[in-house]
C-alpha cells in the first residue's frame, strides 16, 4: 500500500554530514509516525530516530545532538540530517512508516541506502 524510496546517502569523512531523504508513495502519509534504523555489520538492527505524526521526536542517545529527524507531509518525505558524523554510524539506513503506541511499531520499509563515515 505505501512504497518509501531513498537516497541521499555516500561516503563521508568523520565530522562531515549528509541529509538522508525518503519520499513515500500511498495516501494519508502525514497519518503515519516513521522513522529511521540502521544496521551496521555484525550487528543488530536498531531504531536510531522516530517522529510522530504529532511531530514529537525521540533518538537513540548515540547520535543525541547530531541526527535530526524531520518530515515534509505535503511532499511525503522524511529527512534524517546527520552531522559530526563518526565512523561507528557507518551502516544501511532505512526509512519506514508505523506507529508508534508506547514504543515504535514499523510496517513500511524502505529499501535501505549505504552511509560510510571514513577517513
Known amino acids: 500500500q505505501m512504497q518509501l524510496v531513498e537516497s541521499g546517502g555516500g561516503l563521508v569523512q568523520p565530522g562531515g554530514s549528509l541529509r538522508l531523504s525518503c519520499e513515500a508513495s500511498g495516501s494519508m502519509f502525514s497519518f503515519y509516525d516513521l522513522g529511521w534504523y540502521r544496521q551496521a555489520p555484525g550487528k543488530q538492527r536498531e531504531l536510531v530516530a522516530t517522529i510522530t505524526r504529532r511531530d514529537s521526536t525521540e533518538y537513540v542517545d548515540s547520535v543525541k545532538d547530531r541526527f535530526t529527524i524531520s518530515r515534509a507531509n505535503a511532499k511525503n518525505t522524511i529527512y534524517l540530517q546527520m552531522n559530526s558524523l563518526k565512523p561507528e554510524d557507518t551502516a544501511v539506513y532505512y526509512c519506514?512508516?508505523?506507529?508508534?503506541?508506547?514504543?515504535?511499531?514499523?510496517?513500511?520499509w524502505g529499501q535501505g541506502t549505504q552511509v560510510t563515515v571514513s577517513s
Open positions: 519506514t512508516a508505523g506507529q508508534y503506541s508506547g514504543r515504535y511499531y514499523p510496517g513500511y
